[in-house]
């Protein structure tokens, strides 16, 4: 018995030398274009689905079903998802080509039988994959309305897609929105959801640009610093030579007098 027992001890601290060995010689690739071998693949494979599985198990799933919820979820989707999990008529993007793990073609799988770990992964993220944890700034029912979504989109066609984006709000997730990079000139088809971004949640930059007494007055002051430059030097005086300055990365910036 003791001898089994020294046995698996001595067997245990050469596994667990080995493995140190691997990881600090650098023997394996962790490079995105180099997948993981079969059995580590599988291992993480279970890990990550019986996680979300136990950790989603206990979520209270509303009612998916709601068109209200459905629509803000297109706009959600829309804006935020079709770069890497795509759209109907929408072919593959070069961050979808080079994620590794690759993210899930959602126009085929949708909610993948289980709205609940969808709603867990989309508010969580998943460690080393590139799946952000949208919870930090989505709130819940935001999160439910994509997962609502999400069960119609493999039943859509293209045109069904960009109809419902249309009717969204597009993009708003109770507050903090940021401005999300712009999908649709670049996937081939895929809508805006209207003139606001943001679907009206964010007016201050409308005004800024719009044609309201304040945006007067900015571009009034504009204006006016252009021609203070462009009349500075009209009295027979040499203007100065632009300054330049050089930046950490060996180019040249000038600033014009």
Known sequence: MKRTIKTLALASVA????ILGVAYFGVYNVGADDPHLAP???????????????RARDLQVPNLEDE???RAGAGNYNAMCIGCHLAPGVAKTELSQSLYPAPPDLTRVGVDGS?????????H?????????????????YIWGMVAFLQKLPSLDAEQYRTLVASSGGHQHGGGESEMHNHEGQHGGTVSSGDDHHG???????????AGPAAEEHHASEK???THHETEYVQGETPPAPRTHTHSDGSKHVHEP
């Not at 709205?115 to 508010?123: C, D, L, Q, S, V």
């Open 15 to 18: 596994g667990a030398a080995g």
């Open 40 to 54: 580590v693949h599988a291992f993480l494979t279970l890990v990550r689905e019986r996680s979300i599985a136990v």
């Open 68 to 70: 209200a919820l459905i």
């Open 115 to 123: 709205p609940a770990n969808a709603f867990w992964i989309i508010k």
């Open 125 to 141: 993220g998943i460690k080393a994959t590139g799946m952000p944890a949208w919870g930090k700034s989505m709130e819940d029912p």
């Open 200 to 210: 009206g949640m964010s007016t201050g930059h409308a005004d800024h640009h719009g």
């Open 224 to 226: 006016g610093h252009a």
